[in-house]
């Protein structure tokens, strides 16, 4: 049985992992975790939050994914929608207040805020 979730998987191009590393952890807030060091080889990168982490992986044909998504709970939705230039109000959700941005490379990122 499932006990939990260890880590969402996200798709970026090679070279990327500067653009990644403003997005995820200076806008976001999460911190970078090193890879270990057979899969750092790869490429990609690696970020933890409290209760939550994603990880970046190169791939050679990347496309982003614009429908999948991680949704990731914040404490001031306002200031995340503030902070990322094209994010979409969505108050569809209820009990919830969220947007929808992209990160660099054109990945959904759903940002919730409980009521």
């Not at 496309?63 to 949704?71: D, E, I, N, T, Y």
Request: overall charge negative; aromatic content about 6%.
């Amino acid at each position: 049985m499932i006990t939990g979730l260890h880590h969402v998987q996200l798709a970026a191009p090679a070279g990327s992992e500067p653009l990644l590393r403003e997005f995820y952890a200076g806008v976001l807030g999460l911190r970078e975790v090193p890879k270990p060091p057979e899969l750092a080889a790869r490429g990609g990168v690696w970020f933890r939050g409290e209760g939550v982490e994603v990880h970046l992986g190169v791939e050679p044909d990347f496309r982003p994914a614009r429908k999948a998504h991680p949704a990731f709970l914040v404490d001031d939705v306002n200031a995340c929608a503030a902070a990322i230039p094209g994010a979409v109000p969505d108050d569809l959700l209820p009990g919830y207040r969220r947007v929808y941005v992209t990160d660099p490379v054109g990945n959904r990122i759903e940002l919730l805020q409980p009521r």
